[in-house]
């Protein structure tokens, strides 16, 4: 009893002193010390990376203050290391909740940067990146009246985005994961300045490594349907004004259009290979909806015209589907994983390279069938 009581005591004694000798070999980081970066942004400049930083100080007291801080080097830790020079603190990247790239750096490529961030261990898989039309370091920079924390009120508007499923997500991990892919091209935010503020205002298409093609936010709720079953978001569409004709109590002055809008409550999406040869695929998309607004002379509690409705619906969705899908085609880029799709139910396609896929993307022929279903009534106009 005694020996097995020692023996207990001394694996006791043992770990103990481990723990004590790794926390003291672990480094002590004050905040009253330390600088904190939470947005950084990359800018092409001639032949060097230009490395703007928002920089979070904190006081004895924990007030805060944000300092700009921007270098130009052949890499970002060159950068870094002269933003050390410039700040009164140490300057730590684990707080960094944001990275921007500027356009034209975007257009030569980021898959190095990318790789950069995504094996620096301070930078968190979960920080989310964007574009910047124009120079990152120009917007960040700018003075805004009501921002006082730019690198906090960016993340935050990409992340209110997202989450509404307003935007497409961006993290490191998601945009590295499709870098890694052969068959597979990403997609990232675009941000611009509008005045006295900042607005996300589009999507930047990739192809390896490189911006090549835009989209619209008017485009972003047709995105997501092709990339993934959605159960939120909202749609504006415009249908042909002959459905308020055709109403059982049509105005004297009918509308030319009809606007309406509607949010998603459930999407799934479907994809199947329907001939390999020919490559071709079929996508077919079901959504069940609330109707948020419609012109007051079309009565939703008759079944005729919520079906009338639900067709114009799915032509025009359709169409849009169809536009989208041609353009990212035209500028060969793959940001709905069709080619994932393609490879994996068609034995012995051997789409292993981006070379093969994208000899093959601008080629494939996709049937696109939508069908809609109102479920639920919400406020009329």
């Known amino acids: 009893m005694f020996k097995k009581k020692m023996k207990y005591t001394k694996r006791f ?6 723990c004590l000798i790794l926390t003291a070999c672990a480094e002590t980081k004050i905040l009253e010390r330390i600088s904190l970066v939470t947005l950084i942004g990359y800018d092409k400049e001639e032949e060097k990376l230009s490395t703007t930083a928002v920089v979070r100080q ?11 801080h921007s270098e130009i080097a052949e890499t970002s830790k060159g950068a870094r290391f002269k ?9 730590e990247a684990g707080q960094v909740r944001v990275v921007l790239f500027g356009e034209d750096l975007a257009k030569e490529g980021i898959e190095e940067e990318i790789h950069t961030l995504s094996i620096n261990p301070e930078i968190a898989t979960s920080v989310y990146l964007g574009i910047v039309e124009g120079k990152s370091k120009t917007l960040l920079e700018s003075n805004f009246k009501n921002i006082t924390d730019i690198g906090q009120h960016v993340y935050n ?7 509404q499923q307003q935007m497409i997500s961006s993290t490191l991990h998601e945009i590295e994961r499709d870098v890694h892919s052969p068959i597979r091209d990403f997609a990232i935010p675009t941000l611009k300045k509008e005045g006295e503020y900042i607005d996300i205002n589009g999507i930047a298409l990739f192809k390896e490594g490189k911006l090549v093609g835009k989209l619209p936010t008017a485009d972003v709720f047709y995105i997501m349907l092709l990339r993934k079953n959605i159960r939120d978001g909202t749609l504006q569409l415009v249908l042909p004004g002959d459905l308020v004709n055709s109403s059982k109590n049509p105005p004297e002055n009918p509308p030319e259009e009809l606007p309406i809008a509607v949010d998603a409550i459930n999407s799934k999406r479907k994809l199947k290979v329907t001939d390999h040869e020919k490559n071709e695929i079929d996508l077919n998309i079901t959504l069940d909806c609330r109707l948020l607004e419609i012109h007051s002379s079309l009565s939703l509690e008759d079944k005729e015209t919520t079906e009338k409705i639900e067709k114009a619906m799915n032509k025009k969705m359709e169409a849009e589907i169809k536009r989208i899908i041609k353009y990212s085609q035209e500028v060969n880029s793959d940001i709905f ?25 601008p080629k494939m022929k996709v049937n696109v069938k939508v069908d809609t279903e109102i479920i639920r009534n919400g406020v009329f106009e």
């Open 13 to 18: 004694l043992f770990i103990t002193t481990v």
């Open 58 to 68: 904190i006081s004895p007291d924990f007030e805060n203050k944000v300092e700009i």
């Open 83 to 91: 933003i050390n020079l410039d700040a009164a603190k140490k300057v």
């Open 157 to 163: 508007l990409i992340d209110h985005n997202i989450q």
């Open 337 to 361: 994983g069709f080619g994932e799709h393609f490879s994996a139910h068609v034995r012995g396609s051997k789409l292993n390279t981006e070379e093969k896929w994208h000899n093959l993307y």
